[in-house]
């Protein structure tokens, strides 16, 4: 079964309360939503994903929180940690810290990853090609709209070309897939590495 909620405001509690109502939840979204709590709600929010046994799809935009300081650093951490069949995780202009990047090495079912305008500079670039050396099932790799250089957009499709299986790869809105094809950053063009 699936969960999406959409333009609301929220507060933890409620939202853990429908989400609790969706049977063996497969598929979960949030979309421009804002989150009302504080840091102990967040946490009740994040242990009602660990372990989770059936999520194979989680998809966060926009999401955003009353309460200054807080983010979404601890329930995708756990997410890519403890979930045991998660697939396909999309996060789209929400911010990502480095310790989200390095849970993925940690994530043995992800084969795609979307983090679309989470404000990533050329120094995440880099750690997210180590992590998704680890990764060795992610095969789909979206990093549009962030703050990458050009040449930190090269380094990065040059890291993904030379240690990851990853064979999709979207820079700046441009898709390339399979044996030669081009990964583009802003002014920069270089191979994608086939599985």
Same mark, same amino acid.
């Given at each position: 079964?699936?969960?999406?909620? $959409?333009?609301?405001?929220?507060?933890?509690?409620?939202?853990?309360? %429908?989400?609790?109502?969706?049977?063996?939840?497969?598929?979960?979204?949030? !979309?421009?939503?804002?989150?009302?709590?504080?840091?102990?709600?967040?946490?009740? *929010?994040?242990? *009602?994903?660990?372990?989770?046994?059936?999520?194979?799809? $989680?998809? *966060?935009?926009?999401?955003?929180?009353? #309460?200054?300081?807080? !983010?979404?650093?601890?329930?995708?951490?756990?997410?890519?940690?403890?979930?045991?069949?998660?697939?396909?995780?999309?996060?789209?202009?929400?911010?990502?810290?480095?310790?989200?990047?390095?849970?993925?090495?940690?994530?043995?079912?992800?084969?795609?990853?979307?983090?679309?305008?989470?404000?990533?500079?050329?120094?995440?670039?880099?750690?997210?090609?180590?992590?998704?050396?680890?990764?060795?099932?992610?095969?789909?790799?979206?990093? #549009?709209?962030?703050?990458?250089?050009?040449?930190?957009?090269?380094?990065?499709?040059?890291?993904?070309?030379?240690?990851?299986?990853?064979?999709?790869?979207?820079?700046?809105?441009?898709?390339?897939?399979?044996?030669?094809? $081009?990964?583009?950053?802003?002014?920069?063009?270089?191979?994608? %590495? #086939?599985?």
């Amino acid at each position: 079964m699936s969960f999406e909620l $959409a333009n609301e405001t929220i507060s933890f509690s409620n939202l853990v309360a %429908k989400i609790e109502r969706v049977s063996q939840l497969q598929s979960f979204s949030l !979309d421009s939503i804002t989150l009302e709590g504080d840091e102990d709600d967040l946490q009740v *929010f994040t242990k *009602f994903f660990r372990g989770h046994s059936h999520l194979e799809s $989680a998809s *966060f935009r926009n999401v955003r929180f009353v #309460s200054e300081g807080m !983010d979404l650093e601890l329930v995708l951490s756990m997410l890519l940690i403890s979930t045991d069949k998660l697939r396909v995780l999309s996060v789209d202009g929400c911010p990502i810290k480095p310790s989200v990047i390095t849970a993925i090495t940690y994530n043995s079912t992800l084969d795609t990853i979307r983090m679309v305008n989470c404000g990533l500079t050329d120094e995440n670039a880099m750690k997210l090609v180590d992590s998704l050396a680890k990764a060795s099932r992610i095969t789909s790799v979206d990093v #549009s709209g962030n703050k990458f250089t050009d040449f930190g957009s090269h380094a990065f499709s040059q890291g993904l070309k030379q240690r990851t299986q990853v064979t999709n790869v979207q820079v700046d809105g441009v898709t390339k897939t399979g044996e030669g094809s $081009a990964v583009k950053g802003s002014a920069q063009t270089v191979s994608a %590495k #086939s599985a």
